[in-house]
């Protein structure tokens, strides 16, 4: 493992990797901004974006689609943002992230203490939880979650895995063709452990790479659930998780530290999946006529 970057003051988190451009982009929750940092080169610097950011992830059409506390814009190549979409009056901060092979765009919604505590699982006040966005609709996917952590699919979308820090457990869903989640279990029971579950990733053999609130402890976990790695990541508390690299054979790992903040990382002997990007606007890429049916 090794640190490549290292930013006094800020706090980072969903770390996703842009092809084209091979640089990262991240939230800094501290700062209330967009970072970008490329490991080559070393260059680095902000990306202004109106309201407190949560996610930025690329979209199909080259431009970032960002998630506030209160909508989803769209933010062209010159910096330029539009609404792509506004959350409900009352929203809590958006938080961690995924896009699905479908270009549906999956993250969690914070309680409000949480997003002011800068912290996964901190400062919980009310109910979290995970939705749900594509074809300009929010589907709500699960709401009784007061630290919800992030969440991977599998590539072809048929099962999601949820970190459910306040219940000590990662669950599993199966998923249907439109996107309703049924079936639910538990994929990993961390209660006997102590271990608060928060960032995932999923590597290209089904592999669940899983950070605990708190602390800079990193597993690998096979997909039927035994354990195949651990790493310990320099830090105070492991704080986002994400593929990169032209062949998603890196993971890097966003960490909180005294100064700050600092990016590392790992080499990888089973890479990542391919990345996707989000269909923006009314695509049909679910099905809306039959999204709460199996």
Known sequence: MRCCWEVPGAHLQAPVWLDGANMLVLVDRAQGTLRYFAPESGESGEIAVPGQPGFAVPTQEGSLLVGTARELLVLD?????AREFLLEPGAQQTGLVHVDARGRVWFT???????????????????????????????RMVFDMPQAGGMVLDPEARELLLADGGAYRVRR???SRA??????????????????PAALARDSEGGVWVS????????????????SAQVDVPGEEIT???????????LYICARTAQGAALYAQDLAIPGPASCAVRTGHADIGLITDDDHH
């Open 77 to 81: 190549r010159e910096g330029s943002a």
């Open 109 to 139: 919604m914070e309680a409000a203490g949480e997003a002011a505590g800068h912290g996964q699982g901190k400062g919980v006040a009310g109910q979290a939880g995970l939705v749900r966005y594509h074809d300009e609709r929010l589907v």
């Open 173 to 175: 869903y199966r998923v």
């Open 179 to 196: 996107g309703s989640l049924w079936e639910e279990a538990t994929f990993l029971d961390l209660a006997g452990d102590a271990l608060r």
């Open 212 to 227: 605990f609130a708190d602390c800079g402890l990193l597993h690998r976990y096979a997909a039927d659930g035994t354990l």
């Open 240 to 250: 986002g998780l994400g593929f990169g690299g032209g062949g998603a054979e890196i």
